[in-house]
């Protein structure tokens, strides 16, 4: 099993950048990939960007062109860099990832959520 520990969400003002990380513990000696999630208030969780082992990357149309998922194998640990913030991006981020080569959209781990709040 993977466990996963999300930090550097915050309050922003719009336009502004902030850069999210996500530490991977256990049994991180197999491929794994992992992705960014969120959910707004009253809104289902929805997919953000996801980064395969060899470093693959998909992004929702609402988030291409300002965010910016990379990862470091060597430390176990993903990032999501957030830039030109808008109000509608204010949710509960969530970082997720299962075991495998590929890109994927359904995960098996889940942190416990960090929240990003932008103000308008």
């Known amino acids: 099993q993977v466990q996963l520990v999300e930090s550097g969400g915050g309050l922003v003002q719009a336009g502004g950048s902030l850069r999210l990380s996500c530490a991977a513990s256990?049994?991180?000696?197999?491929?794994?990939?992992m992705a960014w999630f969120r959910q707004a208030p009253g809104k289902e969780r929805e997919f953000v960007a996801a980064?395969?082992?060899?470093?693959?990357?998909y992004y929702a149309d609402s988030v291409k062109g300002r965010f910016t998922i990379s990862r470091d194998n060597g430390k176990n640990a993903v990032y999501l860099q957030m830039n030109s913030l808008k109000p509608e991006d204010t949710a509960v981020y969530y970082c997720?990832?299962?075991?495998?080569?590929?890109?994927?959209?359904?995960?098996?781990?889940w942190g416990q959520g960090t929240q990003v709040t932008v103000s308008s």
């Open positions: 997720a990832a299962r075991y495998g080569s590929g890109l994927y959209f359904v995960y098996d781990y």
């Open positions: 980064i395969s082992w060899n470093r693959s990357t």
């Open positions: 256990g049994r991180t000696s197999s491929n794994y990939a």
